[in-house]
């Protein structure tokens, strides 16, 4: 098994990987990181069977990688804190193990990834989620009324300003508590893609396409977005984009 752990304290990093080789002398860590910047740099590339992640980096929250690369990974959180539970949860968290935490604790994360494995297969690539937890709908608020948003009704989904929009066919925009990471596995494949780290955006939606250098498209959506963005499909995802139009 190929581990990553993304740790800001040496010592905490290498105490980690020495319990790993300890419970399975066949595990491999892959890597070590200290920061947001540089993890988001490597998962750009690489993907790992697991994940040994910290949420208090050098450069803030780890939660801020998953808003600027898809990570499909399974998740173990470590943290001297106990109120980001739901957090990470939300985002591919499997396990959340409080420092200190003894070999005996690695060791029963590992064994709940094995567990979860055997049952239910953790989604690896692209938007393909596990059976049966596609969405059909959304409950939005706009004050005290609450409405029911149809997925045919979606248009696209944008990140902006720590937040995640749902942007409808008839130009409404409401705020969804999920981040693009959590929300990109649980939306229909053939419909949805996510064009890079902002948007996720419906095949209907798109109104027209430009190519640009680096294999990258520029995508016109109908309806546009309030704010003034160039909406691109980032180089590495255009292969995928070019077969998902396809489809």
Do not use: C
Request: glycine fraction near 4%; charge should be negative.
């Amino acid at each position: 098994m190929k581990i990553l752990i993304i740790e800001d304290e040496e010592l905490a990093s290498t105490t980690l990987q020495n319990m790993l080789r300890r419970i399975d002398a066949q595990i491999e860590i892959t890597a070590s990181l200290e920061t947001v910047a540089a993890a988001v740099n490597w998962l750009q590339h690489h993907k790992p069977d697991l994940i040994f992640m910290d949420i208090h980096l050098g450069d803030g929250e780890s939660f801020g990688i998953f808003s600027e690369v898809n990570v499909n990974s399974p998740v173990i959180f470590t943290t001297a804190y106990d109120q980001y539970t739901l957090q990470a949860f939300k985002h591919q968290g499997i396990d959340y193990l409080l420092k200190p935490f003894d070999e005996a604790d690695v060791r029963a994360a590992l064994q709940k990834l094995s567990n979860i494995r055997q049952t239910t297969p953790v989604p690896t690539t692209g938007l393909a989620p596990a059976a049966g937890r596609l969405r059909n709908r959304f409950m939005v608020k706009i004050g005290n009324l609450i409405k029911t948003i149809q997925m045919d009704e979606v248009a696209y989904f944008m990140a902006s300003d720590k937040y995640l929009y749902m942007v409808t066919k008839g130009q409404q925009r409401y705020i969804i508590e999920e981040t693009i990471s959590s929300l990109e596995p649980q939306l229909q494949p053939d419909n949805f893609f996510r064009i890079n780290r902002k948007f996720i955006i419906s095949i209907t939606a798109i109104k027209e396409m430009h190519k640009l250098p680096r294999n990258r498209v520029n995508i016109i959506l109908n309806p546009p977005p309030i704010e003034s963005v160039d909406i691109i499909v980032s180089e590495e995802r255009a292969e995928q984009f070019k077969q998902w139009l396809d489809l």
